[in-house]
């Protein structure tokens, strides 16, 4: 009976029900299950889904969506020792605030995103290499881009077109020289 009355969802319909058992032990059962001063029933059901769905939702990764909108990231500490270090070593110096928005990008992308941003940002030597970090990581989201396969794809698509551009060209130069 217990089982049963767990699965139902309409506390007045245990309430109707139970007002009408004359048997005193049976009764305080069903009263357990609508009686909303009691600890157990259905109030101890209801405080379980509503952890369960904090614990969703604190546990849920949230995509990108449109128009560049942000995505939280699971990050280790692993990871952020990692870039930090990378930043560190083969950019600037990493003090307490780059130290923060390395973490900060790492939270809002995909880490191996950030490393990617970072490596070419090691190469382009810019004057605000915390900011063109950024940057590279903004235009990769309006591109959609929200993870190292999508970015190697891109790269690929890119660099497959370049090489027909530059074999496009080629052959208008030969038909231009004969």
Known sequence: ????????KDTLLIQWVGEGVSNDSVR???ESYYDTSTIG?????????????????????????????VCQSVVTEEQLIFLTKFYDENIQRASGYICECIEHMARENDPALVY????????????????????ILANWRKDYITNVEQLK????????????STSSLTKSLKVELR
């Open 116 to 135: 990617e941003a970072m490596k070419i940002t090691a190469l382009q030597q810019p004057n605000k290499p915390v900011r063109y970090t950024e940057q």
């Open 41 to 69: 029933g259905q109030k101890e059901k209801e405080e379980e889904k509503e952890k369960e769905n904090k614990k969703e939702k604190e546990n849920k990764k949230e995509k990108l969506t449109t128009d560049g909108e």
């Open 1 to 8: 009976m217990k089982s049963e009355l767990k699965e139902v």
């Open 153 to 164: 794809a891109k790269e690929e698509r890119e660099k497959i077109k370049r090489q027909q």
């Open 28 to 30: 305080n059962v069903y």
